[in-house]
């Protein structure tokens, strides 16, 4: 194992396979449903509301999350200045661009998250520190972890490994310092789709840390930041366990589009 590499070190995890299987599993019950022959555009658009949505609520190690009703984002065509809008109408922005998103990331990581960023922190940070990670040390690590993504050996990692270990690794080291959070998560979406186990990005996987619970999430990340086999172990198990919940939020979406 090459301890360098986040990627390699969650994936040597000892429930990593577990944590591959419980995603696929769940993720292929909403791929096999009937309403995707017709409808999918939908129903991934549903997820993206949703998903943006739950990813404000999170927050992130360093800023708290702001929790609005969905019906309520649905609905409001201009978010205000209340307290938390602008990291909502951040993970809306890059929600709405997640397609356009995709194709950058395959491209380039690196100019994927500085085009997160430009979309999430504008209006809400200082013009000069939008798109930028914030020091020669955060630069450094998105780098790193761009050429970790790009190693062959990390292309027989599963996605749902290579994800969990690209969330936690943004959303612990903070390397923009506003809205990393929201990056995190949208960077994990783009893996779970390019990397196969979610092209169409049906799991509403921020909905599922949600329903973990927002202080369940925070805790697990800091485990993860310990750098401990035990803590690796146990954000692996609860990133799994969020893609598994995000995808029967789906299966939901699926089911009330067929009733009608």
Not at 9 to 36: F, I, M, S, W, Y
Request: proline share 5%.
């Amino acid at each position: 194992m090459d301890s360098s590499s986040p990627i390699r070190r969650l994936a040597a995890a000892p429930n990593a396979a577990d944590a591959a299987e419980t995603a696929r599993q769940a993720v292929d019950r909403v791929r096999g449903h009937k309403v995707l022959r017709s409808q999918s555009s939908r129903v991934t658009a549903e997820s993206q509301l949703r998903g943006a949505r739950a990813s404000a609520a999170l927050g992130s190690l360093g800023e708290p999350g702001t929790d609005w009703p969905l019906e309520e984002v649905r609905r409001r065509t201009d978010l205000g200045d209340e307290d938390g809008s602008g990291h909502l109408r951040g993970a809306l922005r890059i929600s709405g661009e997640l397609g356009s998103l995709a194709t950058v990331w395959k491209r380039s990581p690196i100019q994927a998250l500085s085009r997160m960023h430009l979309l999430a922190a504008a209006g809400s940070v200082d013009p000069d520190a939008v798109g930028r990670p914030r020091g020669p040390e955060a630069a450094a690590l998105l780098t790193a972890l761009a050429n970790d993504l790009r190693d062959p050996a990390s292309a027989e990692v599963p996605a749902v490994v290579v994800a969990a270990a690209v969330h936690a690794e943004l959303l612990v080291a903070e390397p923009f310092g506003w809205g990393d959070g929201l990056l995190a998560r949208a960077s994990s979406r783009l893996i779970l789709a390019d990397r196969g186990l979610d092209p169409q990005s049906l799991a509403v996987v921020e909905a599922g840390h949600v329903d973990l619970g927002v202080e369940a999430y925070l805790a697990a990340a800091r485990g993860y930041a310990s750098g401990t086999e035990e803590g690796r172990t146990a954000w692996l198990a609860h990133y799994a366990e969020a893609v598994a919940l995000g995808a029967r939020e789906s299966l939901a979406v699926c089911e009330a589009i067929m009733r009608g």
